[in-house]
């Protein structure tokens, strides 16, 4: 079964940091780009970070960068993002995304989402 | 206030059918056939419906179609069905320094 799950959310104060990972299954990890994409709470849908297949290219939103590092390990099928200087709008289920082939937008595998929570 | 603009909300009665806007510039929906539409559920993932415009992942059904015209594209709902209730996402590639962007999502009521 194609699967992805994220791990990694929880509570963190303002200006902390914290590490989110998803562990892929089910797919070749290694043939496709990944990306982050998180909802805050009641809102709609923010693109975050993207990862091409082999780890070479990156994309952030410009919310995020300078702030957030995208990474992926093809050997252990993982994707992680690593967030720093955390602020409260940064509040959000943080959903990781396998991108179609070829496509620049189309994410057909999505997991269930982590939570990640800054208080002020 | 998000990059793409999709209408608040949207409605119609079972049977019946209803069609979504999503509007952006020439930077990212009139630049590219990078268009992908989402829906989601309450509580759950997005669920991809349509990618590169107009094409329908396998299992979807054939009631959903995406088109676009200039910086708009559209997503059509035919036969409404009161499990399509549900919020709809558009997005966009945008280029490399955007990549990818969002529009704010329409809530589509079933009748």
């Known amino acids: 079964e194609v699967q992805l799950l994220e791990s990694g959310g929880g509570l963190v104060q303002s200006g902390g940091s914290l590490r989110l990972s998803c562990a892929a299954s089910g797919f070749t990890f290694s043939s496709y780009a990944m990306s982050w994409v998180r909802q805050a709470p009641g809102k709609g849908l923010e693109w975050v970070s993207a990862?091409?297949?082999?780890?070479?290219?990156?994309f952030y939103a410009d919310s995020v960068k300078g702030r957030f590092t995208i990474s992926r390990d093809n050997s252990k099928n993982t994707l992680s993002l690593q967030m720093y200087s955390l602020r409260a709008e940064d509040t959000a289920i943080y959903y990781c995304?396998?991108?179609?082939?070829?496509?620049?937008?189309?994410?057909?595998?999505w997991g269930q989402g982590t939570m990640v929570t800054v208080s002020s | 206030q998000s990059a793409l603009t999709q209408p608040p909300s949207a409605s119609g009665s079972p049977g019946q059918s209803v069609t979504i806007s999503c509007t952006g510039t020439?930077?990212?929906?009139?630049?590219?056939?990078?268009v992908s539409w989402y829906q989601q559920h309450p509580g759950k993932a997005p669920k991809l419906m349509i990618y590169e415009v107009s094409k329908r992942p396998s299992g979807v059904p054939d009631r959903f179609s995406g088109s676009k015209s200039g910086n708009t594209a559209s997503l059509t709902v035919s036969g409404l069905q009161a499990e399509d209730e549900a919020d709809y996402y558009c997005n966009s590639h945008a280029g490399s320094n955007n990549y990818v962007v969002f529009g704010g999502g329409t809530k589509l009521t079933v009748l």
């Open positions: 020439s930077s990212d929906i009139g630049g590219y056939n990078y």
């Open positions: 990862i091409i297949s082999s780890g070479v290219t990156t």
């Open positions: 995304a396998k991108a179609i082939v070829g496509s620049r937008s189309g994410f057909d595998i």
